[in-house]
C-alpha cells in the first residue's frame, strides 16, 4: 500500500490562475510541433494542478506551494471542476493520430486520468485527477484512514525543515488551518444532508486521532512536532522566536479548531447520526454502510454499541463544557 | 504447506500451526525499537541484492520510518510514502509499532520486500527520476501496475 499527499491532503486557500488557452493545429503541423504544444499543454495543466492542490505541490516538490492548504470551499470546488472540465475539453482538442506513439501513451494515459476523475464527480470525488488507489471523496472528506486529521499534521512533517523560510511556510500553514477546518466542517454538512456517510468502522477512531491531536501537554501534539527540534543552523534567539509564534498559534487559533472539529464530529457524525436507509443500487456503494455510525465495529452486539455511543456522547459533553481538554494555554516542557 | 510444516518439525495439525504462528512470543517484539531495528536489518539485507537483479537502481535513497502515534491504531501494519527529488526528500518506508502483538515478525520480510525495495520505493522513485517524460507520468499512480509491479 502506498500513501501520498496526493490522497491524503485535503485542506484551503489556493490562488488560481487563468491557464492561457492554447491553439492546437488540428492539421498541418509537423509532429515535432504538436508534441511541442501537447507538451506545453501538460506541462500547463501541472502547474494549474499544484497550485490548486499545495499539500500535493508539497508532496512531489513541486515550488512555491507551501504557505497554503486546498480550497475547499464551495467556490474553490467548483473552480476545481471548472479546471477539471476545461483540462479535458483541451486535450480532446488535440489531435492524438498526429503525435508519434509515445505522445500517445502520454495522450491516452492522461485522457484516463482526467476521464475518471470527472466520472467520479457524480459521487462526490474530488476532481483531482492524480489518484492513488482511492480517489478522495469530498462528501465522506474524513475517515480513521485519512483526512485533515492526518493530512494536517502528515503534510506539516513532508514540507522541508531547514531554513527559517522553510519555518515560516510551516507557521503559514498552521495560521491557516481554522478555515481549512471550518471548510472540512461544511464539507461533512454537506455529506449528511446528502445522506453520505462512511462505513462505521471507518468512524470508529476518528474522534480519538482529533483528541490526540491536541493532548494536554501540546508539545506532545504532532502538530508542533515541527518546531520540537529546530536544526542547529537557525540561531537560538530565532529559534526561541519560531517556538514562541507557533505556540501562540496552536493555542489561539490551531487547537480550538481542532476542538471544534472533535465536538462536530462527535455530536454529529458519530454519535447523532439519524438511520439512512441502504440504497439497492451496486453502483452506489461509495455511499458506505448505511447504519447508524455508532463507535463500535461490525461485530458487536447494539446493546455495546449503544452503551459506546452513550460514553462517546458524554466525553462530547464533559469536552464541550470545558471539563476536559480544553486550550487555556501550553502546558508540558520542550525537550 | 504440509511439506512446509512437516520439513520445520512441528508436531501437530494446520490449524495448530497457523494457531503456533500467530501466538508464540518467539514471533513477536516486545520493544517497538526492536521491531523497527529489524525492518532496518530487512532493508539493509535486500538493498545490495538489487544490484544482481537491476541494472538501474534511483539516485533517490529511502528510510525506515515510524507511523506517528496519533494514527498507528488505525493504520495499516506497513506502508510506503514516495519521497521528493526535487524537494530533496526521501522515500520513507513506515512500520507500525502500535500492538506488537499484532506484527509477527514471519511478514516482515514480504512486506518489506513490497514497500520499499524492489517493491514501492525502486518503481516510484524511478518514475520520479524518468527523464523526458511529461511531470503526471512521474507522479500519478495507477493502481494496477503500482500494486502490480510491488507483488
Same mark, same amino acid.
Given at each position: ?39 506545453e ?22 515550488p ?30 488535440i489531435?492524438?493520430?498526429?503525435l ?24 462526490g470525488?474530488?476532481?483531482m ?83 490526540d491531536?491536541i ?44 476542538q ?22 451496486a ?37 464541550g ?15 | ?15 495448530d ?17 526492536d ?8 532493508? *539493509? *539485507? ?7 537483479l537491476?541494472? *538501474?537502481?534511483?539516485?533517490l ?9 496519533? *494514527?498507528?491504531?488505525?493504520?495499516t501494519?506497513?506502508?510506503?510514502q ?70
Open positions: 500500500m502506498i500513501r501520498t499527499l496526493l490522497m491524503l491532503a485535503f485542506s484551503a486557500g489556493s490562488a488560481l490562475f487563468v491557464m492561457p488557452l492554447l491553439a492546437f493545429a488540428q492539421t498541418s503541423s509537423s509532429p515535432v510541433e504538436v508534441t511541442g504544444k501537447f507538451r499543454y501538460l506541462d500547463e495543466d501541472w502547474k494549474r494542478w499544484m497550485q490548486e492542490y499545495p499539500e500535493a505541490a508539497t508532496s512531489a516538490g513541486f512555491g506551494q507551501n504557505r497554503r492548504w486546498s480550497d475547499v470551499s464551495r467556490e474553490g470546488i467548483e473552480a476545481k471542476i471548472h479546471h477539471l472540465h476545461e483540462s479535458l475539453a483541451k486535450l480532446k482538442s489531435s492524438r493520430d498526429e508519434p506513439a509515445g505522445e500517445q501513451l502520454n495522450y491516452d494515459l492522461y485522457r484516463e486520468l482526467l476521464e475518471t476523475a470527472e466520472e467520479g464527480l457524480q459521487y470525488d474530488d476532481p485527477p492524480f489518484r492513488h488507489v482511492v480517489p478522495f471523496n469530498m462528501w465522506m472528506p474524513m475517515t480513521q484512514m485519512g483526512g485533515i486529521q492526518q493530512g494536517i499534521p502528515s503534510t506539516l512533517a513532508t514540507m522541508p525543515h531547514q531554513t527559517v523560510a522553510d519555518y515560516e511556510d510551516i507557521l503559514a500553514r498552521l495560521e491557516a488551518v481554522p478555515k481549512n477546518v471550518e471548510q472540512n466542517i461544511t464539507l461533512l454538512q454537506e455529506g449528511l444532508r446528502k445522506g453520505y456517510t462512511p462505513p462505521k468502522l471507518m468512524l470508529r477512531d476518528l474522534p480519538k486521532q482529533i483528541a491531536l493532548p494536554d501537554d501540546a508539545w506532545k501534539s504532532a502538530l508542533l512536532a515541527p518546531f520540537v527540534d529546530l536544526p542547529v543552523g537557525i540561531p537560538d534567539r530565532r529559534r526561541k522566536s519560531l517556538r514562541d509564534r507557533a505556540s501562540k498559534l496552536y493555542v489561539g487559533l490551531v487547537a480550538p479548531a481542532f471544534k472539529l472533535y465536538d462536530y464530529v462527535c455530536a454529529n457524525l458519530c454519535a447523532g447520526v439519524p438511520r439512512i436507509h441502504c440504497r439497492d443500487s453502483a452506489q456503494w461509495r455511499r458506505g454502510v448505511c447504519v447508524p455510525c455508532a463507535l463500535a465495529n461490525d461485530y458487536e452486539s447494539d446493546a455495546t454499541a449503544d452503551s459506546r455511543n452513550r460514553s462517546l456522547r458524554s466525553e462530547a459533553n464533559s469536552r463544557n470545558g471539563q476536559s481538554h480544553r486550550f487555556d494555554g501550553i502546558q508540558g516542557q520542550l525537550p | 504447506m504440509d511439506k512446509v510444516i512437516a520439513s520445520t518439525g512441528f508436531k501437530g495439525s494446520f490449524h500451526f497457523t494457531e503456533f504462528l500467530r501466538a508464540d512470543p518467539r514471533f513477536f517484539y516486545d520493544q517497538a525499537d521491531l523497527v531495528n529489524g525492518y532496518r536489518i530487512i532493508a *539493509k *539485507k535486500i538493498d545490495p541484492e538489487l544490484a544482481h537491476f541494472g *538501474k537502481l534511483p539516485r535513497p529511502y528510510g525506515v520510518c515510524v507511523i506517528p502515534e496519533f *494514527k498507528a491504531p488505525s493504520q501494519t506497513a506502508y510506503y514516495a519521497g521528493a527529488p526535487a524537494a530533496g526528500r526521501p522515500g520513507c518506508y513506515f512500520v507500525n509499532t502500535y500492538n506488537l502483538r499484532a506484527r509477527p515478525k514471519w511478514e516482515m520480510e514480504a512486506l518489506s520486500l513490497h514497500e520499499s525495495v524492489p517493491g514501492h520505493h525502486l518503481q516510484i522513485s524511478l518514475a520520479q527520476e524518468l527523464e523526458g517524460q511529461p511531470e503526471f507520468r512521474k507522479h500519478a499512480g495507477y493502481s494496477a501496475f503500482v500494486e502490480g509491479w510491488a507483488l
